[in-house]
């Protein structure tokens, strides 16, 4: 329960910077908490992961919608609620055909670059907040960057001191007292200030006034062309939602012994978005940062966002009224301060050491996502996996095999490539599944080391191929041809029971040998080899 109050305290100030990242009102991050909240704490698999909109998902909202409808109109906030609606069907839709593996194709570099992007362009929005510099917070990057260089001469000295304040509390406060929810106390405080400073005055800008009343269920009237026109967009939001959600899912169930269903916990977001498209929020995905919070304060159940729900429809029924004269530059400076972590610069530097490809296709996704649109960076990070996969697959491991003396050994060691594994025989180890992106690969390999081994019989190692496609079959059919061409043949060693029928299927076993181990088959072959030889 404690954990719940301190999730509260968290999520009040988070949510209302979101939606205002996201060009929606306040009430709109708070209904987020309510009723999506109620339903996706009751069906997640995952005891701690905190459903909620966030940084992200915010951006995404807003570059998206920011051209068909002008932000905080009531078109746009029509559109935020069919968006999520069409999340939440695509959620259940990934649930109900079990695609939870797709989440699997945004590797961590693709992660790091897209939402790092992200929140570069959010904090140029929160840096003009906390200025008091006016720009087009749903511009693109480059005209939001430009507003907020142009407008430096016309800075809010007042905006800079509250959010300078806050900052401090902010940063100074998190290694004082971690626990403390030091965001609701700057929110306090700069409200505090700017009421009896008379700051509003003074040009600070505030949050406003705020509808009371709980989330009323609502639907979301629009044309069909309106619906389809949302449908990549919500697309993109559930691809990084599945990608970050699944993910810290199931690695706090590692961490704490407990087991999560990655299918029922997308049938959860799906749920959770369609409370949000009916009761006045906007799109719901996972939040890493109040997840780990609530994993500090030792939680290991939901009940913590039940509290929060109930907390936040006590806020919305009774204390609106005390949200009106937030500061908008203190809003800002909590954002910022949640932001800045997204920025992924230790992640990016640990790439740059370990891997440099992995760090361009970082970097790709970190520009595309900045200069191009969200949605395209979406689209350029699915293409960068598929190369990136690709790349991998046309070229995997495939080792000539050694004998080491050893009767007792059936796995062999690499040789160098040219060498025969015993004189006459040459194994040949394929550590991938045969399919057309590494077809070609796998027959140079094999007629090199038949030629250069000068082998009379060859035997492929099948313990790591799981599977054949069709491009794979006619590249193993070549290789067959041109080693009866050379009077070689070919048997097979260490096959797997669901690929030999799979083999057969293919038409690919006709005339071939097959051996249990690769010690039967050097043992086999080489006297078959001597006999040819004396003969």
């Not at 290789?479 to 070689?488: D, K, M």
Request: charged share 15%.
């Amino acid at each position: 329960m404690l954990a719940g109050i301190t999730l509260l305290a968290i999520a009040i100030p988070l949510n209302i910077g979101y939606a205002q990242i996201a060009g929606l009102p306040a009430t709109a991050g708070l209904y987020a908490l309510v009723v999506p909240a109620v339903l996706y704490a009751l069906t997640v698999s995952s005891r701690q992961l905190v459903a909620s909109p966030d940084a992200a998902a915010a951006a995404l909202v807003a570059s998206s919608l920011g051209g068909l409808a002008v932000a905080g109109h009531q078109d746009y906030i029509t559109l935020a609620l069919a968006q999520a609606l069409i999340g939440g069907v695509l959620f259940l839709a990934c649930s109900f055909f079990k695609l939870g593996f797709l989440a699997n194709f945004l590797s961590k570099p693709i992660l790091v670059g897209f939402v790092g992007g992200l929140a570069l362009d959010i904090l140029v929005s929160q840096a003009a907040k906390m200025l008091g510099v006016k720009i087009d917070s749903g511009g693109e990057f480059v005209e939001k960057l430009t507003g907020l260089v142009t407008g430096l001469p016309g800075v809010n000295i007042w905006s800079v001191l509250i959010a300078a304040g806050a900052l401090v509390v902010l940063l100074v406060g998190r290694r004082i007292a971690a626990a403390v929810p030091w965001a609701l106390i700057v929110l306090i405080i700069g409200t505090i200030v700017v009421v009896l400073g008379d700051a509003e005055k003074a040009g600070v800008s505030v949050l406003g006034p705020v509808d009371a009343g709980p989330p009323t269920l609502t639907w979301p009237v629009i044309e069909w062309g309106q619906w389809a026109a949302l449908i990549p967009s919500a697309i993109a939001l559930t691809v990084v939602t599945m990608g970050e959600g699944l993910l810290v899912s199931r690695s706090y169930g590692e961490k704490r012994g407990y087991p999560t269903r990655p299918n029922r916990d997308l049938f959860a977001f799906g749920v959770a978005n369609l409370g949000a498209g009916i009761s006045g929020g906007f799109t719901v995905g996972s939040s890493t940062s109040r997840t780990a919070a609530m994993d500090q304060a030792g939680s290991r159940t939901q009940l913590p966002t039940l509290i929060t729900a109930l907390g936040t429809l006590l806020l919305l029924i009774f204390g609106t009224a005390l949200l009106e004269h937030i500061p908008s530059p203190a809003i800002g400076a909590i954002v910022a301060v949640a932001v800045v972590p997204l920025l992924g610069i230790p992640d990016f530097v640990r790439l740059w050491r370990l891997d440099r490809f992995e760090f361009v296709i970082g970097a790709v996704c970190f520009l595309g996502a900045l200069l191009i649109g969200p949605i395209a960076g979406i689209v350029i990070a699915f293409v960068l996996a598929v190369i990136n996969v690709t790349r991998r697959a046309a070229n995997p491991p495939i080792d000539t095999l050694a004998a080491d003396g050893d009767p007792d050994h059936s796995l062999l060691e690499a040789a160098p490539v040219g060498s025969p594994t015993v004189p006459g025989v040459v194994v040949v180890r394929l550590a991938a599944p045969l399919f057309f992106a590494n077809s070609t690969s796998f027959e140079q390999a094999v007629e090199r080391a038949a030629r250069e081994a000068g082998a009379r019989h060859v035997v492929l190692d099948m313990e790591a191929v799981t599977d054949v496609d069709v491009t794979g079959a006619e590249s193993w059919e070549a290789v067959q041809a041109s080693l009866t061409g050379r009077g070689t043949d070919l048997a097979l060693s260490r096959v797997r029971p669901g690929i030999r029928d799979r083999l057969q299927h293919l038409g690919l076993m006709d005339g071939v040998r097959v051996f249990d181990t690769n010690r039967e088959a050097i043992m086999a072959l080489r006297t078959d080899a001597a006999e040819e030889h004396r003969g």
